[in-house]
Each structure stands twice: as C-alpha cells, then as structure tokens.
C-alpha cells in the first residue's frame, strides 16, 4: 500500500481493482487542515480520465504489476505472439494493447511487457526502429531551407512523414515513442 505522501507524477496505483497511472499531481495545503493531494488519473486498460483527491492520511493500492522481457515472434489474426525466453512460453497480446505499436514490431525483436494479474497491460518497444520506403513521391530538389515534409509509407503499411529528400528503397529511423521519421539511414 501507498501512502498519500508517496504519490507522484508516473506512479502506477490500484483503484477499485483497476491499474491507473498519474498523470498530473498537485500537492495543496490550506491554511487550515490536513494536506490534500490532487491527482489525475488515467486507467491504464480503458484509457479514462478521472480527477481525485486525496488527504495524507489515506492509503493508496498498489496495483499487481509484472514486466517481463519477450521476444516478438509473429502476428496471429488481431493478436501478436511474444515468447518468454526462458520458459519458451507464448503470450498473446491483443492488437487493442499495442495499439500503433504494432506497426513498429520486427521479427525477433526484444520487448518489455507490463503484466496486471497475468494479463498483458502495456508494451515498450526500443525507442527507434529501422524500416525501408516502399513508397513516396520522388524528392525534389531545392528548397531545403524550410522544413517541407511529404508522406512515405514503409515495408508494414505505416504511413510517417518524412522530408522531400528522402526516397523510395531508403531505410529510416522512426522514433516509436511518436511514430515519428527521425532520420534517414541509409540511400536506397
């Protein structure tokens, strides 16, 4: 259990069997009276906001959470499968977890998997990934000096904006924090 002081900005807490993180926190102390801290919680499985107060003296939940590495092995129907090396387990995690994520995975790719109860709850990916252009409109010369972006779309289907001088067969860094381009690679 968490005491109200022990709350903060990123805390994973339990309310009322359900996995919430903080994310907002304000410490507030009246003239008169006991400490309150005010919270914003998101729930971690359906994405809720709520806003909740607590005084100091109250106890907070804290929630059965469990992270494992894995190791992405393939897509089945709307699940992705992760392997557990060292007990060879295999895990299903729903497409509605990874959310855009899933656009990111690569064969064989090492994972970090947020367990609640047993049941997959959040996935981290490593913070850049490589992929190739399969298509996009062909650069354009000149006109470097503003920041001009064009759609591409790599190897999985993902669509990232990318700048006018990159090209089809290049290979990209996407920042999967963001789904964001990062920086060309290498030239096709």
């Keep these: 259990m968490y005491s109200a002081s022990d709350l903060r900005k990123g805390l994973k807490i339990e309310i009322d069997g359900e996995p919430c993180i903080i994310t907002d926190f304000q410490f507030v102390k009246p003239g008169k009276g006991q400490a309150i801290y005010?919270?914003?919680?998101?729930?971690?499985?359906?994405?809720?906001?709520l806003d909740k107060s607590y005084r100091s003296v109250e106890k907070i939940d804290k929630p059965n959470l469990l992270s494992k590495d894995l190791i992405y092995s393939y897509e089945d129907?709307?699940?992705?499968?992760?392997?557990?090396?060292?007990?060879?387990e295999q895990i299903?995690?729903?497409?509605?977890?990874?959310?855009?994520q899933k656009y990111f995975l690569v064969e064989d790719m090492e994972v970090e998997v947020l367990f609640f109860n047993n049941r997959p709850l959040e996935v981290t990916l490593p913070n850049f990934i490589e992929k190739k252009i399969i298509e996009t409109e062909p650069g354009a010369r000149g006109d470097t000096a503003t920041n001009v972006l064009k759609p591409a779309k790599v190897?999985?289907?993902?669509?990232?904006q990318v700048p006018?001088?990159?090209?089809?067969?290049?290979?990209?860094?996407?920042?999967?924090r963001t789904g964001a381009y990062s920086e060309r690679v290498s030239k096709g």
Excluded: A, P, Q
């Design 164 to 176: 006018i001088f990159v090209n089809e067969g290049d290979v990209i860094r996407i920042d999967t």
């Design 92 to 100: 299903h995690v729903s497409s509605d977890v990874l959310g855009n």
């Design 38 to 49: 005010r919270c914003k919680i998101r729930n971690l499985f359906t994405g809720s906001t």
């Design 77 to 88: 129907g709307s699940d992705f499968v992760f392997m557990d090396t060292d007990t060879y």
């Design 155 to 160: 190897d999985n289907g993902y669509e990232v």
